[in-house]
């Protein structure tokens, strides 16, 4: 109750406030504006775009490891000179390199032997005497219960290439000791 008799008072001057008269913020506004132009740089004179041609695209990627094929095929080939076989069918395992290869056992039928070989993506496969395997043409030439042996053809880097008789061991099972 003791806020009714100032509340007439507090209406005129809030009502005061409201007046039409902007007049006075006009004036400062073009004063501002006058005072402040914006700095613009001129545009510049655009430069004549160069097309570039990327000629690297049918060259080897830098982010993959060199392939052995594609070393072979990249060296000149001399004629007189012993060289893998470019036109025959790729097999399987010529896309793993030799460490990446385990051979686990033997399993035959008829006089015929299979070796059983695994590779690195855990896929089993069976080889038997002239199928190829490897990173360098290398063609089974003996199967045995324990090993495998095969001739491989390794660059020399003149544009001919050398046999390498190489051997793929099977892996001994290990043993606990348990009786």
Not at 75 to 92: M, V, Y
Request: aromatic fraction near 6%; proline fraction near 6%; charged fraction near 25%.
């Amino acid at each position: 109750m003791k806020l009714f008799p100032v509340m007439p008072i507090l209406i005129v001057l809030v009502l005061s406030g409201c007046n039409d008269d902007t007049s006075e913020q006009k004036e400062f506004i073009d004063q501002v504006k006058a005072s402040t132009t914006p700095k613009v740089d001129s545009i510049p004179e655009l430069t004549k775009f160069e097309h570039f041609e990327y000629s690297a695209g049918q060259l080897r990627s830098p982010f993959v490891a060199p392939q052995p094929e594609i070393i072979q095929n990249k060296l000149t080939q001399i004629k007189n000179c012993l060289h893998p076989d470019q036109e025959r069918r790729r097999e399987p395992l010529e896309k793993y390199p030799l460490d990446n290869l385990a051979m686990k056992g033997t399993i035959g039928s008829g006089g015929l032997v299979w070796a059983l070989i695994t590779a690195a993506d855990e896929t089993l496969h069976r080889v038997t005497v002239g199928n190829y395997l490897g990173s360098y043409d290398g063609k089974v030439k003996v199967v045995s219960n324990d090993y495998i042996e095969l001739v491989e053809l390794i660059p020399d880097g003149s544009g001919c290439w050398k046999e390498r008789l190489t051997k793929l061991e099977m892996l001994e099972a290990a043993t606990d000791g348990a009786n």
